[in-house]
């Protein structure tokens, strides 16, 4: 069983449609993360929140909305996506932000297979 | 720039053979390491860490690693494959403190065991 919980775990989505992932941890971290991951491909990351606080936007498109309302949630908010944004989703945790304690490893969901139709 | 290299994108070894995955990388201020592995259907899990101290590393399932500065590599290293060691694995770098850093992924190295 993993710490961090997403949901859901499976989407399909129209190009016009407007949903939202979720992502939960119980562990205490105070920074979360939001990554894309291609199939055969590493994750791509592409939000940091550092205690709440958006800390890193990869260059994401503006279709890509995250939020982070309180230290255990963070959800990534889709409006009008293409058919290259399908792709697994993947939240992590960790106790600190990268750059602040670099050495805190990152605890990883199992994601969001989403498809854009 | 921190950097990471993963030659090869599939590694095949039998039941009970030594299991290599070799990482190489590149960093303007000394690393902090990880590998992760990936099995289908999942998110990353840990496998272990390098920060500081000791330069060879164990992990879970049996997986160890040695940081070797001189040769800018941390290759993951298991005595025996088991079939259950089928997956992808990922090495990936960070700057310490002090770094506006990110972690960087290598590519990925699928590993497959036989029977």
């Known amino acids: 069983d993993t710490e961090v919980t997403q949901t859901p775990k499976h989407l399909v989505m129209g190009m016009t449609n407007k949903k939202s992932l979720k992502c939960e941890q119980h562990m205490g971290h105070r920074a979360m993360y939001w990554y894309k991951q291609k199939a055969k491909k590493p994750p791509e990351l592409m939000f940091v929140?550092?205690?709440?606080?958006?800390?890193i936007n990869e260059s994401v498109p503006s279709r890509f909305s995250p939020e982070c309302p309180n230290s255990s949630l963070l959800n990534l908010h889709l409006h009008a996506l293409q058919p290259e944004d399908s792709a697994l989703y993947l939240c992590a945790s960790s106790r600190e932000a990268l750059g602040q304690w670099g050495n805190q490893p990152q605890h990883f969901g199992d994601g969001t297979r989403l498809s854009i139709l | 720039a921190q950097s990471v290299t993963q030659l090869g994108s599939h590694v095949s070894v039998s039941e009970g053979a030594l299991v290599l995955l070799r990482c190489n990388y590149s960093s303007s201020v000394p690393p902090y390491l990880f590998w992760y592995v990936q099995y289908p259907n999942q998110g990353l899990q840990l496998l272990l860490k390098?920060?500081?101290?000791?330069?060879l590393v164990k992990g879970i399932n049996g997986f160890e690693a040695e940081f070797k500065k001189s040769e800018t590599s941390f290759h993951l290293t298991k005595p025996s494959a088991h079939m259950s060691d089928a997956a992808e694995y990922f090495c990936a770098v960070s700057e310490k403190p002090g770094a506006n850093s990110k972690l960087t992924f290598g590519k990925g190295i699928t590993l497959s065991v036989r029977p």
């Open positions: 929140y550092s205690y709440e606080k958006l800390s």
């Open positions: 390098y920060t500081t101290g000791a330069t």
